[in-house]
């Protein structure tokens, strides 16, 4: 008799638990099956950065999503970006004016669109601001130690494109 009335309550909890709204995994718009992202747009005078925060983007979209990544014409969607700021600072100098360690920051605009109907799913801007210090986009490092410009643009665009990849998920 014990046993049967805890084993109602539990299988109780469970239906009760279940029908919470409760869902596991990230949250993703239902229609939207394939993803296609360009490269990003850039002004900038610093090479090679609008591929690597593509390439960010596109590895985190095929690791962190359920999309699929296709070609412009067969995508349900389109990620659209531009880099619109990049700006590296001096943290700290050596005694005679050599930085010692340096700061890049990198801004972008994003649009995602739904390429059937033409409708901005999600659009934001990622600023770069000397208030924002602990900002996603912000990557130290130092020269002095074997780390370099490059390691930094490549840790930068990570970063940047986990928070892109972020908007994508559904709000809750």
Known sequence: MYRSVINRIAILSILVIA????????QTLHDVRTVHVPV?????????LDYLLTEAVQREIRTR?????EDAETADT??????VDIRKNALSETRYDD?????????A?????????GQILHQQTFPVSSALTQ?????SFAPEVGQSLATAQQEAA???ASRIVDLMEAPW
């Open 19 to 26: 029908g919470c709204g409760y869902t596991l995994g990230t």
């Open 40 to 48: 990003f747009q850039s002004n900038s005078f610093r090479r090679n």
């Open 65 to 69: 999503t359920p999309y699929r990544l």
């Open 78 to 83: 389109i990620l659209k970006g531009k880099i």
């Open 99 to 107: 930085p010692r360690e340096l700061q890049l920051m990198v801004g």
């Open 109 to 117: 605009e994003v649009t995602w669109v739904d390429r059937r109907s």
């Open 135 to 139: 900002q996603a986009s912000a990557v």
């Open 158 to 160: 990570t970063r940047l």
